[in-house]
Nanobody, 124 residues
Framework: QVQLVESGGGFVQAGGSLRLSCAAS????????IAWFRQAPTKEREFVAA????????DYADSVKGRFSILRDNLKNTAFLQMNSLKPEDTAVYYC?????????????????WGQGTQVTVSL
């Protein structure tokens, strides 16, 4: 029903930047809150950032505040995660998720729809 496809992952040196995209196949993209999560091989999935349906409200994990920015373009049915000052500990598979509840949440079980993920690798 709702399909999300991430792109933009890759390899980058510490201190560099990447911009992830999440393209949504849905009639009313603006009706969903969007979040980014990440998961490293030895860790459980963790919250990164979220944005409310209108873009007015955002939320960030403490580990990425000041470095990452979440934004959305409802006309293009796309959400973005701009990642700056990347660190090796940011290495993970990054997933976008959508919730029809129209609110920001920090937990995976609050989101109904998920993409397949995109790999981000930050080297020294």
């Amino acid at each position: 029903q709702v399909q999300l496809v991430e792109s933009g992952g890759g390899f980058v040196q510490a201190g560099g930047s990447l911009r992830l995209s999440c393209a949504a196949s849905v009639r009313t993209f603006s009706g969903y809150s969007i979040a980014w999560f990440r998961q490293a091989p030895t860790k459980e999935r963790e919250f990164v950032a979220a944005i409310q349906w209108s873009g007015r409200s955002t939320d960030y994990a403490d580990s990425v505040k000041g470095r990452f920015s979440i934004l959305r373009d409802n006309l293009k049915n796309t959400a973005f995660l701009q990642m700056n000052s990347l660190k090796p500990e940011d290495t993970a598979v990054y997933y976008c998720a959508a919730s029809p509840r129209l609110r920001v949440g920090r937990y995976p079980n609050e989101y109904e729809y998920w993409g397949q993920g995109t790999q981000v690798t930050v080297s020294l």
